[in-house]
């Protein structure tokens, strides 16, 4: 199966804070890996990312220690997005939430 015509696991709960009209403001993808069962911290993906970027560039999500693997760390989407390319179309910011809505 190839990745990109998989649905990630958290984007029910995306979909359920904008139906609620609420604002995610962290998230995390633990992995369990088939090999040996293993939990890890995943960065979201390029889609999630895109997704949480409707939260504007503030958003957490964990990404994996480099240092310890065990252990993750909360990064900004700013931070694991320095050149998000929608910034183009916003004169170089952070596209607003409404932009992201329309
Ligand atoms: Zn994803």
Redo the contacts with the bound molecule.
Sequence with gaps: MHGSVT??Q??GAYCQAYTLDRRVTASV?VFRDPEDGRYVILP??????E?LALWGPEVEVGVPDPEDPTRWLARTLAQVNPYYWARHFADGAWPSHRTHSS
């Design positions: 649905l990630c958290e984007t993808c979201p993906c390029g889609i999630c990312q997704r």
